[in-house]
């Protein structure tokens, strides 16, 4: 984005976006993305000895997808929840991170899909033992935002501010139409029933809904905490970086 191949980016986490941005990146967040974590899982193969967090010793490895996302603060306030330590390791996506964990180069993996995405837990090859939605103080928070550079923002607000309104009409329709269920369903080669179970779970509509970014205070305390940041940032870089004007509003 910034070097100027796209003009917006979906799906940016608080803490990589803040450090990049406290370095001097020229780009700020106009809407938030993503509120709350409950479309994160971590698993581990069916064979592990692992349970849940609390069992997870100094050495074991912890997946995220890569320094600073929204997967990576997750899985430290997984740790922190569970008083215990890991050894955090970015793996990449999805995909790299199964292959990685089936084949026991990492101890815990993670999904950005609640775990839907990872066809081997139909098979019995993995299993569960966290999501995100078990962090309650994430329940409220914007974990990823829409950003776009300063230079875009000011040459092109009228277009930005259709393109979040569009953006949410596009949500409003996913909920209200069955014919958007029975799509998702279909892509997923499930039953409808199956992908409205998983919508409720993973993806309920609060948690896609455009507006300003919330408990901004608590990803900075996080990203400090964790230290994609060095320290928190003043009011003026707050200013400079986050812009809410265009972003629909809460409902």
């Known amino acids: ?134 962090l309650e103080s994430f329940r409220n928070q914007t974990v990823r935002g829409i950003v776009v550079t300063e230079a875009t923002f000011a040459a092109r607000r009228d277009q930005l501010a259709r393109f979040l309104a569009a953006y949410q009409q596009t949500i409003d329709w996913m909920y209200q139409d069955a014919e958007a269920l029975q799509w998702f369903a279909d892509r997923m080669k499930t039953s409808a029933a199956e992908a409205k179970r998983v919508v409720d779970r993973i993806y309920p509509a609060s948690a896609l809904r455009l507006g300003p970014v919330r408990l901004l205070e608590q990803s900075i305390a996080q990203a400090v905490e964790f230290k994609r940041i060095p320290q928190a940032p003043t009011a003026a870089h707050i200013a400079r970086m986050f812009d809410n004007s265009l972003a629909p509003p809460p409902k």
Do not use: C
């Open 1 to 134: 984005m910034v070097a100027g191949s796209i003009d917006v980016a979906i799906g940016v986490g608080l803490a990589g976006f803040m450090g990049a941005a406290m370095k001097g990146a020229p780009i700020e967040m106009i809407s938030a993305n993503f509120t709350g974590a409950p479309d994160f899982a971590w698993y581990v193969r069916a064979d592990s000895p692992l349970k849940s967090f609390k069992d997870i010793a100094d050495g074991t490895t912890v997946a995220y997808s890569s320094n600073g996302s929204s997967s990576h603060i997750v899985a430290l306030a997984l740790l922190k929840q569970g008083g215990v330590k890991g050894k955090p390791v970015a793996t990449g996506n999805a995909a790299a991170t199964l292959t990685q964990v089936i084949t026991g180069q990492i101890d815990v993996g993670y999904d950005g899909n609640g775990g839907m995405g990872v066809a081997e837990f139909e098979h019995g090859d993995v299993r569960i033992i966290a999501t995100g939605g078990d």
